[in-house]
């Protein structure tokens, strides 16, 4: 008997491998933005809202509260919540912590997500307040004289401007702040109704102190609900303790008027930092002297010039013209 023996079969296994890539974690916090409206109005401004206070609570409970938020923009965008339901109070304020609007909404807040609550709807507690009102205006300077306005600060020695707005016939300051002069003008805006005394003050500089240069006076200015009351160009009037004079008087090396033939003598006074002479005039030779009103303090170069029969006379000298004094200045005229 013949055993028969099957070959024998092998079967080889091929095995791939899967790589399974898990999902990121879930993000169980996202963001609550919404919109706000002042019973009908959109603008923190035009509503007379300063600030807003809100408080989150979920099933009751206060889980968030945000105090004293400001009011700007359109609305706003409450961060890293975690998702869940939550019941928004929102209080609304005037800028003297006067409560204005109040309202709620609710929103459910989805994890890595953003979620937009829309425009929420505040009511009016009470009479809304008065719209603020504003002032504009601009300046200028009596220099060198009463009869002459400049608006050219560097010519009128002044670096700022500051602008005092108190309550007429008040306590406190309603406003309180500086301008920089080459601004020209300042425009201050949310004013409550009302009178209002107005003072502008322009301040110099004398060996880098602050100087007051000149000074509007007080102006009683009523304000308006939501308008705007444009002063124009105010006028500053010189305080007449800082300004100084120049008293110059002129002699001939060994000569004299006659001798030299010299009818004239151009004066002039160049402010250092000036190319051009602040201020330029011809005298009579035989009147020996002058004296001139009126310069902001600072450095200055006196120049005197006259032309005679055949030569010409010049003199000059460097002078720091100290607030409320008078320079005296001699002069020797030599060819």
Not at 88 to 111: C, K, N
Not at 117 to 136: N, R, S
Not at 270 to 290: I, K, N, Q, Y
Request: glycine share 10%; with cysteine; proline share 5%.
């Amino acid at each position: 008997m013949k055993l028969h023996f099957l070959p024998v079969l092998s079967l080889v296994a091929l095995s791939s491998a899967c790589i399974f890539v898990a999902p990121p974690p879930h993000d169980p916090y996202g963001d609550l933005s919404f919109d706000w409206s002042f019973a009908g109005i959109s603008s923190c401004d035009d509503a007379g809202v300063d600030e807003v206070d809100l408080t989150l609570l979920q099933a009751g409970e206060v889980v968030l509260v945000i105090e004293r938020e400001p009011c700007v923009g359109g609305g706003l965008t409450i961060t890293e919540l975690r998702e869940g339901t939550y019941e928004v109070a929102i209080d609304a304020f005037s800028r003297e912590s006067v409560p204005l609007y109040a309202g709620s909404f609710v929103a459910r807040v989805v994890g890595g997500e953003a979620t937009y609550a829309g425009v929420v709807e505040l009511d009016a507690l009470g009479e809304p307040p008065p719209a603020d009102g504003a002032l504009g205006m601009f300046w200028g300077f009596n220099y060198p004289t009463d009869g002459a306005l400049t608006f050219d600060c560097a010519t009128a020695g002044v670096e700022d401007i500051d602008v005092l707005i108190t309550p007429h016939g008040g306590a406190g300051m309603a406003y309180d702040d500086t301008f920089a002069c080459e601004d020209e003008g300042a425009f201050v805006e949310r004013l409550p109704p009302g009178r209002y005394t107005v003072q502008l003050l322009a301040i110099g500089a004398y060996h880098n102190d602050d100087l007051l240069l000149y000074d509007s006076g007080e102006m009683i200015v009523d304000v308006l609900d939501g308008s705007i009351v444009e002063l124009g160009d105010v006028e500053l009037a010189r305080v007449e303790t800082a300004f100084s004079d120049f008293d110059v008087a002129w002699t001939f090396a060994a000569a004299s008027c006659e001798s030299t033939g010299v009818e004239e003598v151009l004066i002039s006074f160049t402010r250092f930092g000036f190319a051009a002479p602040e201020d330029s005039f011809a005298v009579d030779c035989s009147a020996t002297s002058v004296l001139r009103r009126t310069f902001v303090p600072g450095s200055y170069t006196v120049t005197a010039s006259a032309q005679g029969n055949s030569d010409d006379f010049l003199a000059q000298v460097t002078v720091d013209l100290a607030p409320d004094s008078v320079a005296q200045i001699d002069l020797v005229l030599a060819p």
